[in-house]
């Protein structure tokens, strides 16, 4: 049966009036309630005004509810968030995990983009949140549903630290050859060319012939979907297996998987010297010397305009022997095997988990 989640939902608006001793918290979309980010959601150190969030009970960031910064506190018997959060009670007949997975759940997210856009700063207010309708369930049934959610997460949280422990297993065993092996300071110009992409122009964009990758593409995160006909130099062509460079947003070296592309401007293609580096360990040792390039270029705040070529080539990276790069790429790729496999049973429990969300929130 459909209700009005306001008739299950209650504002918390209880301050901190007198200074108690209470823990800070924050909460992100990614781990809910935490410590450790309330200084970047808080202008004012005037704890006085900061709400208290008894255990139980809910808080959401009203500028973030819609990228899913919502959860309930079940830490502490009290913590205080920023006063800019909006915090409220649950009646006991709606469980709050129950509530959480329907506040996460896609139809969810749609109500509340929906209610927010156009509002300032598209904030949700507790009474757009009041108007949600919501399923409600005997709190037996409510029970027996996020039982079943929790067990599946659990899944993909373990497949997820799977995958956390096999890449810090790279990292320590890079960590490990740097310190066994003579490394040579090497200026990055010398072993490697770098050439950055063409400058497409919306105009030039067509629905046929080869994609062209802009840096929301890389890494696989974004669908291939503007194309070139045309006729340019094929210096600006990518081939699956390219070592690709972004640094207008951020600076990270990728693996190209996508099949043959053009490379747009604010990314570049690396061409390697293979007698002395190794593609795959460049991915591994070149974040230290592409943020020294951003310093030296202009300082603190890198810009996209100021970058140069010349800031990658005269970056310095520490070089071991062609011979043990040889032996740490052939280690990462064995484990990129394994990463393959939890990756493929962490994508099917993840379908799992959306598919029940699904059934019992939409």
């Not at 802009?214 to 130099?233: C, P």
Request: with cysteine; net charge neutral.
């Amino acid at each position: 049966m459909k209700v009005r989640l306001g008739d299950y939902i209650k504002e918390y608006t209880v301050r901190n009036k007198s200074l108690e001793d209470i823990p800070v918290y924050s909460v992100t979309n990614r781990e809910g309630f935490c410590t450790g980010y309330f200084d970047k959601d808080v202008a004012s150190q005037e704890r006085s005004t900061y709400k208290i969030v008894p255990k139980g009970c809910f808080a959401y960031n009203p500028s973030r509810i819609n990228v899913g910064s919502v959860d309930w506190q079940r830490h502490l018997d009290r913590v205080i968030v920023s006063p800019l959060y909006v915090v409220f009670s649950v009646s006991p007949d709606l469980l709050p995990q129950y509530l959480f997975y329907f506040l996460k759940s896609d139809i969810s997210l749609t109500f509340i983009r929906s209610a927010a856009t156009g509002s300032v700063r598209d904030n949700l207010k507790f009474s757009m949140l009041q108007e949600f309708p919501i399923e409600i369930r005997t709190v037996e049934k409510q029970a027996e549903i996020v039982a079943i959610l929790d067990k599946v997460k659990a899944i993909c949280d373990l497949y997820q630290r799977k995958l956390d422990i096999l890449d810090n297993l790279i990292k320590a065993r890079f960590v490990e050859m740097s310190k066994n092996s003579i490394t040579t300071p090497t200026r990055m110009g010398d072993v490697a060319t770098y050439i950055n992409g063409y400058a497409f122009k919306p105009t030039d964009w067509t629905t046929e012939g080869l994609p062209i990758i802009r840096i929301q593409n890389l890494n696989d995160r974004e669908a291939l979907y503007n194309h070139y006909s045309g006729t340019i130099d094929n210096k600006y062509q990518v081939h699956t297996g390219d070592i690709l460079v972004s640094w207008a947003t951020h600076l990270e070296a990728y693996l190209w998987q996508g099949g043959d592309a053009w490379l747009n401007q604010h990314i570049f293609r690396v061409i390697f010297d293979k007698m002395q580096i190794n593609k795959i360990y460049y991915i591994y040792s070149t974040e230290d010397a592409l943020r020294q390039a951003f310093k030296n270029a202009h300082g603190f705040k890198p810009t996209m305009e100021h970058i140069k070529r010349s800031d990658f080539e005269d970056a310095i990276i520490l070089l071991p022997p062609i011979e043990v790069q040889n032996q740490f790429a052939t280690f990462v790729t064995q484990v990129a095997k394994s990463k393959v496999v939890v990756q493929k049973a962490l994508d099917e429990a993840k379908l799992l988990f959306d598919s029940l969300m699904q059934k019992y929130f939409c």
